[in-house]
């Protein structure tokens, strides 16, 4: 079974310009969820995703960034326009349900840096 | 302070060691927690629950105390296939999100 995908893996922008992240979670996972690791930081959460729907985005840094689900399928992260602070490593991860009892599985990261 | 606090680290030990990780949390809401580790530049990978009660698989030892809000990981026996980062992770009160530690960094040597 495939795991959780991610797309590009690598990825070098200039400050100003804009990057797309693709993620493709584990077949028949409803919940999709993105988290980052800036430089020196640790992992945080940015958003879950139920199906389609944005569950909970409280962890959104600012509305530079853009995440979609549509057909609750793969899901995008966009940042427009990067910034310097941007860069790191972002990760989306899935689980079959929510809640306690259940394993969220990561992909293998998206790394981002913005020159 | 910081929702998962862990050993700064690094720890570099030899093979056949026994080694001790803690762990820190502040919200007493918190209803799981979880140790995951993550080899350079990969993904986080589930390493095992932790309850309660303790648990154990294999070298690795488990143990949470709720009242002290502290966690902990027990590696007997080392091997340097187990050199990675070691992330202490809870899970929010609402139970979806993961809120991870900076990690400890351990570096098992022959």
């Known amino acids: 079974e495939a795991g959780v995908t991610q797309f590009p893996s690598h990825s070098v922008i200039e400050k100003g310009q804009t990057v797309t992240l693709r993620c493709d979670p584990i077949s028949g996972h409803d919940n999709l969820y993105w988290y980052r690791r800036v430089m020196g930081k640790e992992i945080k959460f940015l958003l879950h995703?139920?199906?389609?729907?944005?569950?909970?985005e409280s962890g959104m840094p600012n509305n530079r960034f853009l995440a979609e689900r549509t057909g609750g399928t793969y899901s995008t992260l966009k940042v427009q326009p990067a910034e310097l602070e941007d860069s790191g490593v972002y990760f989306c991860?899935?689980?079959?349900?929510?809640?306690?009892?259940?394993?969220?599985?990561f992909g293998e990261g998206s790394w981002l840096t913005v020159v | 302070r910081k929702e998962v606090e862990q050993d700064p680290g690094p720890f570099n030990v030899p093979e056949g060691a026994t080694v001790a990780f803690n762990c820190t949390y502040s919200?007493?809401?918190?209803?799981?927690f979880f140790w995951y580790r993550q080899d350079c530049r990969k993904e986080p990978k589930l390493l095992m629950s932790?309850?309660?009660s303790g648990n154990e698989d294999g070298r690795f030892t488990a143990q949470l105390n709720r009242a002290s809000q502290y966690i902990s990981l027990l590696i007997r026996d080392s091997k340097l296939s187990d050199s990675a980062t070691y992330l202490c992770v809870v899970r929010d009160q609402a139970g979806t999100a993961l809120i991870f530690g900076k990690g400890t960094t351990l570096s098992v040597s022959s």
């Open positions: 995703f139920v199906k389609e729907s944005k569950q909970d």
């Open positions: 919200n007493s809401a918190s209803q799981s």
């Open positions: 932790v309850y309660s």
């Open positions: 991860a899935s689980s079959q349900e929510a809640g306690p009892g259940n394993t969220i599985y």
